[in-house]
């Protein structure tokens, strides 16, 4: 099947001017000018000078829910491909969060294989907060070689109260498994780390490179701007070639508390001279975030998926295009940081994920993802029956 956007702006990630895109199947056949294809069976889609960005890659979700550090009441609940696509994300990585207790990388497969079901890309990270790591299959390296959505390993907490303090030893074991299993598998492999409110930060991170000969960049931190001083260590570890991820979801408590928000944390790190295509933002939807009423906590509410979409339309304010940093941080960059080729950018040979948004106020308004047109003038529509739908009587 094949289908022509037409005359869209192109962003990617900097403005590129009306071109024509062609969508063959699941992937994108050209992007051009102007393609003719008069008289071929083709979809047409007039785009009038909307914008067509690569669909959202999002690096850090809780697909089968987070939360729970207020006690079972304050669990979080599952996150279904509609919360994704009216986001615009068209590949999520799932992770387990704080609780590897009573939540199960088994069921965070399932629902990773149900995003999959419904259209998306979704992918997903072995282990835990926790050492020693849940697997699997028992291994994370065989996790990695073995069961195809796994990317890497993650979140693995480190210098947070609620991490088990892995040492240096415990950490240089689990790069190094991971690292074997994204060589084996040709996956890249990442170790995908929370990072706490804790002194030391990315010093673990440091103490294994010192003692190894392991890549700079399979060390990929997240939180990188809940404080100034973890933003700096971040800075370094990016100007030496390693990958920083934001968290873009916040509170006005976390903010008065001292962290960075994202896209403040974005540019200083560029003006620092950290390079724009190894920074990126993830949305951590499905996490736990507090809620305070006049100093009380009053309970958690769930991280969003759209925070990410959130701080692209604020970062537009009324121009007539996104910043491109803020764009590469949500699509190629995160893309690149996972070593998925075909993600997060608009080019012949990549996967056709896609989304149309209306400039006026940056609204989303159509999602292709895998050429299938998951979102259209506003409605989600997923081709796979939902569990929730009623029994037909
Ligand atoms: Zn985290």
Sequence with gaps: MLTLIRKAHLIDPEPLGLHDVLIAGS???????????????????????????????????????????????????????????????????????????????EVLYGQVMKLRAHGLSALMYSGSYRVPVATLTGDVARDLVLVEPVVGLGELAIADHRSSHPTAAELLRIASDVHLGGTLSGKGGTLFLHVGDARPGLEPIEIALEQ?????????PTHCNRRAGLLEQSIEHVKQGGFADFTVSTTPEFIEAGEVPALEALRSAIAAGASAERLTFSSDAGGSLPHYVGGELTGLRPARPDSLLDLLRRASGNESHPPADVVAAMTRN?????????????????????????????????????????????????????????PRS
């Design 27 to 105: 992937q994108i056949a050209r992007v051009e000018a102007d393609i003719d294809l008069s008289g071929s069976d083709v979809n047409i889609i007039e785009a009038e000078g909307r914008w067509l960005m690569p669909g959202l890659v999002d690096v850090l979700t809780h697909p089968c829910g987070g939360g729970g550090e207020g006690g079972f009441g304050n669990r979080t609940a599952e996150l279904e491909a509609a919360d994704f696509l009216r986001a615009g994300i068209t590949t999520p990585v799932g992770a387990l969060g704080t609780d590897s207790i009573t939540r199960r990388l």
């Design 212 to 220: 190894s000969a392991l890549p700079r960049r399979l060390f990929y």
């Design 334 to 390: 995160p893309a690149s940081a996972l070593k998925l080729p075909r993600k997060g950018r608009i080019e012949p040979g990549a996967d056709a994920d896609l989304l149309l948004m209306d400039p006026a106020g940056a609204q989303l308004n159509d999602v292709f993802s895998l050429g299938q047109r998951l979102m259209r003038n506003g409605n989600v529509e997923i081709p796979m029956k939902q569990a929730h739908e009623e």
